[in-house]
């Protein structure tokens, strides 16, 4: 899973209180889910859109469902997440 052009390697993800700064942060994190958390792992029920404001400012947003099996419980997991993408230059 190759997400490198898609985020720059000063990044910032928030998941509920944590903080993960950096790309090599971010992709470890996303490894560690569908290498060893969960199986199935399964987007559902997306809707993007991008607002463009008039200080120049870029911003997409994705709401969706994250459906995913845990790997050692054997649980099926639903999250609805909402994703924030500041647009800008590398």
Do not use: P
């Amino acid at each position: 899973m190759d997400v490198s052009g898609y985020y720059a390697d000063s990044v910032i993800c928030k998941l509920n209180n944590t903080t993960f700064t950096g790309y090599h942060s971010l992709k470890s994190g996303l490894q560690a889910q569908h290498d060893v958390l969960y199986d199935n792992i399964k987007i559902d029920d997306l809707y993007i859109h991008t607002n463009y404001f008039v200080d120049g400012e870029k911003w997409t947003r994705a709401w969706f469902n994250w459906i995913a099996t845990g790997k050692t419980t054997g649980n099926d997991y639903v999250n609805r997440v909402h994703f924030d993408y500041k647009w800008g230059n590398r």
